[in-house]
């Protein structure tokens, strides 16, 4: 798609509910420091309306960036799908560009850049608790970070039967456990993908603590959450996802500029420091 359009464009963010999203914030300080006279906003947008939405974008909206629960509409709306959102199903970015939907899954290079940023640039073993779509999303990350063994801790076991299966494709062997049975071995690094609030009983989360290594908890919101909160009564480290938030962020701006959610924008660095200062309210 090129260099970045120099004209105004406008870009936003959907899902439900989305009042308390912190991506606008982060994006317009990007903007800012790129020197770019482009607009971010919100829109409620449900699962349901999402197809007459799209479809009603003037010419001058550009690209999305989409959340719950419209990850799996997203991705059946775009034309082309990045490597990410092929394996996971998920899109939460779109670019409209030449007449076609171009969607991207940058939470998987998000939480890539931010775990690597934590000390772990390669692992060969990792947990994750919960079995959702973010769970999704991380397993893929830890295949991106060399993991080969993946324990996914579930309360329904059955639910994470896709976990194994995208295992299988990514040469990852996936086990699955329920809280109170994890397995013996440790794990240098736990990924909490539990929605906000969500709490294990006390002894199956300090059974996880005892044996997770760092936490990192893709909750931002209410921290720390329950599961943290287990993790320092034990003593061990606990982070949560603020840095993902950012980083996944700065790879939806890629997308938007050129098309190539790989490619670093120009003086990424100090791009990053100001949206981490936005997000901190500075």
Known sequence: MGDAPAERLAFE?????IEHSLSPRIHRAAYARLGWDWSYGRRRVD???????LGDLDDRARGLSLTFPLKTAAFAAATTRDRTAELTGAVNTLVRSDGALHGYNTDVGGLVADIGAHGFAHLDSARIVGAGATATSALVALGDLGAERVEVVARRPAAAAGLVDLGERLGIAVTVAAPGAVASASVPLTVSTLPGGAALPDRDAAILAERGGLLYDVV???W??????????????????LGMLVQQAVRQIRAFATGDADTPLPDEDAV?????SALMGD
Do not use: C, H, I, K
């Open 220 to 222: 931002y919101g209410g």
């Open 224 to 241: 720390p959450s329950p599961l943290a909160l287990a993790w320092q009564a034990s003593g061990a480290s606990a982070v949560n996802g």
């Open 272 to 276: 990053v420091d100001v949206m981490r």
């Open 13 to 17: 963010v959907w899902g439900d509910p």
């Open 47 to 53: 699962g349901g309306s999402f197809t007459a939405e």
